[in-house]
C-alpha cells in the first residue's frame, strides 16, 4: 500500500506562483509513475501534468505548458509541482497520484494521463487564486 501526502498549496494573487510537493511512502518509489491532477468547483478532475518512472519524460495540459513543471526526487519519495504565472482558473484542489510501474525500457519514458491508469491518490490540496 502507497500512501501520497500533498503539501504547498494556499492562497496566492494572480500571477503568483506556489510549489506542491506529494510525499511518497513505499520502498519503490523510483519504479512509480507520478501524475497531478486538479478538480475546480463543478468540474471533473482533470490532469495536469505527469512524469515517468525515470523523470526523462513529463507532459502537460495545454492550459499549464510553460508555467508549470513537474519533478521528483526519488531519493526523498516526492513529487513536486511547480506552478508559476498562476491565474483565477487555476484554482482547485490538486492531487497527486501515483502508479506502481517497472524499471524497463518501455516505461522509462511513458507517461500516464488518464485518471483510471493510477492506482494510488493523495486526499488534495486546495490552491486558490484570485484575481
Known amino acids: 500500500q502507497v500512501q501520497l501526502v500533498e503539501s504547498g498549496g494556499g492562497l496566492v494573487q494572480a500571477g503568483g506562483s506556489l510549489r506542491l510537493s506529494c510525499a511518497a511512502s513505499?520502498?519503490?518509489?523510483?519504479?512509480?509513475?507520478m501524475g497531478w491532477f486538479r478538480q475546480a468547483p463543478g468540474k471533473e478532475r482533470e490532469f495536469v501534468a505527469g512524469s515517468s518512472w525515470s523523470g526523462s519524460v513529463a507532459y502537460y495540459t495545454d492550459s499549464v505548458k510553460g508555467r508549470f513543471t513537474i519533478s521528483r526526487d526519488n531519493t526523498k519519495n516526492t513529487v513536486y509541482l511547480q506552478m508559476n504565472s498562476l491565474k483565477p482558473d487555476d484554482t482547485a484542489v490538486y492531487y497527486c497520484?501515483?502508479?506502481?510501474?517497472?524499471?524497463?525500457?518501455?516505461?522509462?519514458?511513458?507517461?500516464?494521463?488518464?485518471?483510471?491508469?493510477?492506482?494510488?491518490w493523495g486526499q488534495g490540496t486546495q490552491v486558490t487564486v484570485s484575481s
Open positions: 513505499g520502498r519503490t518509489f523510483s519504479n512509480y509513475a
Open positions: 497520484a501515483a502508479r506502481q510501474t517497472a524499471q524497463t525500457t518501455g516505461w522509462r519514458t511513458r507517461v500516464l494521463k488518464g485518471e483510471h491508469e493510477y492506482d494510488y
